[in-house]
């Protein structure tokens, strides 16, 4: 079991209703996608837009990959980046932080989201963050 928190594009959901939405959109395109068969959305090598390349740069800065050091790296999976999620075009990246390190990296995660205009979503609360100034849509 892990600590686990979404960062969305700045045009991503803005509300837990939106957030619910877009991830029973992806649910569900993954459950009917026929086998074989891939979508844009299922390409993990599209490039990032420019703050989730930010966002993603910081992490991997400030973090090891659990990879490289698994002792040492704060995630219980490493994150998943999808390039669009239910969909649309909204980049999304999953992240499970292991719960001996979920105070501290929720902190700095958020920080790091407000300092790049990225939507974070906690379903442990659930609430969805929005960068300092922004209004929910």
């Not at 050091?69 to 995630?75: A, V, Y």
Request: aromatic letters at 8%; proline letters at 9%.
């Amino acid at each position: 079991m892990s600590f686990d928190l979404i960062a969305f594009s700045p045009n991503g959901p803005r509300t837990v209703s939106d957030v619910r939405e877009v991830l029973d959109a992806e649910e569900q395109r993954l459950v009917t996608a026929k086998p074989g068969l891939a979508s844009v959305t299922d390409n993990a090598l599209a490039a990032a837009g420019p703050q989730m390349a930010r966002f993603l740069d910081e992490l991997k800065r400030r973090w090891p990959s659990l990879e490289a050091d698994p002792d040492g790296s704060p995630w219980s999976v490493s994150p998943i980046w999808k390039p669009a999620i239910g969909g649309q075009a909204i980049e999304a990246i999953g992240m499970a932080i292991s719960w001996s390190r979920a105070e501290e990296i929720y902190t700095a995660l958020v920080e790091i989201a407000a300092d790049r205009n990225v939507i974070i979503y906690d379903p442990q609360t659930p609430q969805v963050i929005c960068p300092p100034g922004w209004a929910a849509s």
